[in-house]
């Protein structure tokens, strides 16, 4: 079949060969994420008969329940299965299975209670959903080591990957265009409002008080990087700074609010879909198939 030269530039934007290197990050980085999530919702009581995580995991208690299963022993298996699948995930074993379970069980958990705010959950839905899709596994899991399971279509990981760096584009336009629309990013007062604001106020406001005068540029700075973010990500000339600026900000996030957790899945995100062309990874000879995978 011929396309014209519009349908070929296409296929190649959606469909450009790639070698596994950011399905690597992504499934190591989310299995890390999970990991902290697994280990803070026991720290927030999961196994309590109180627990805020029970009405919305209550089908599974109800479930478990017939069949003579107290809630505490319905959710201690949910937790554990969640703790498998992370640790799964970071040493590629079933890693398929291992991405589908924890998209899951972590969708149940996100539902059922605020344990943690900002978005942080969605992000983690969004690159679980992107894992478990992916043609996995990748040449750094055991999958692909110990039981000899390959992939070989360049042009699937490419699209996978293409699809995440468009969702993450037009996340932060629009973050960075709702930012702009408004003068609280601009005269820095949305800033200090986030610093101040109840559970992410770690740093004394007497101490906030005496930078100030950063406020707005770290506002301006924030809206200014959102909103290009999907015109000089994209570009191999301005791309490694853009990418550095994004980690740093999201950095600056979770030490100024103690939002660790958010920011971490948010740099796994970002470097997974536009940092293996920036490091040595790519640069290894291995191919996917016969025809040179290239990035």
Not at 166 to 172: D, F, Q, R
Not at 189 to 194: D, E, G, H, I, T
Not at 211 to 234: N, R, S, T, V
Request: hydrophobic fraction near 50%; proline fraction near 4%; charge should be positive.
């Amino acid at each position: 079949m011929r396309f014209s030269a519009s349908q070929r530039r296409l296929i190649d934007f959606f469909f450009p060969a790639e070698s596994d290197s950011w399905l690597a990050i992504l499934r190591i980085g989310l299995g890390f994420q999970v990991v902290l999530y697994a280990l803070s919702l026991l720290g927030e009581a999961i196994l309590s008969l109180e627990s805020f995580l029970v009405p919305r995991l209550g089908w599974f208690v109800t479930l478990g329940t017939r069949v003579g299963l107290r809630e505490e022993t319905v959710l201690s298996v949910a937790w554990i299965c969640l703790l498998a699948c992370s640790c799964g995930l970071l040493v590629g074993v079933a890693s398929r299975f291992c991405a589908i379970l924890a998209w899951f069980l972590h969708l149940c958990a996100a539902k059922s209670g605020g344990l943690v705010s900002y978005g942080m959950d969605n992000f983690m839905t969004i690159g679980l959903f992107y894992l478990m899709l992916s043609p996995l596994p990748d040449r750094h899991s055991l999958d692909w080591r110990l039981r000899k399971l390959r992939v070989n279509d360049p042009q699937l990981l490419g699209f996978w990957r293409r699809v995440l760096q468009l969702h993450l584009s037009i996340i932060y336009f629009f973050s960075g265009l709702t930012k702009c629309l408004g003068t609280g990013w601009w005269d820095g007062s949305n800033v200090w409002r986030a610093l101040i604001r109840p559970p992410f106020n770690i740093i004394n406001p007497e101490i906030l008080a005496t930078w100030k005068y950063l406020f707005p540029l770290a506002g301006i700075f924030i809206c200014l990087l959102e909103i290009g973010y999907p015109f000089f990500i994209w570009n191999s000339q301005t791309r490694k700074i853009w990418l550095i600026c994004i980690c740093t900000m999201h950095v600056g996030i979770g030490i100024t609010m103690g939002m660790y957790l958010f920011a971490f899945v948010m740099i796994v995100l970002n470097v997974a879909a536009f940092g293996p062309r920036l490091g040595r990874m790519e640069c290894r000879t291995t191919n996917l198939q016969p025809q040179k995978a290239v990035s």
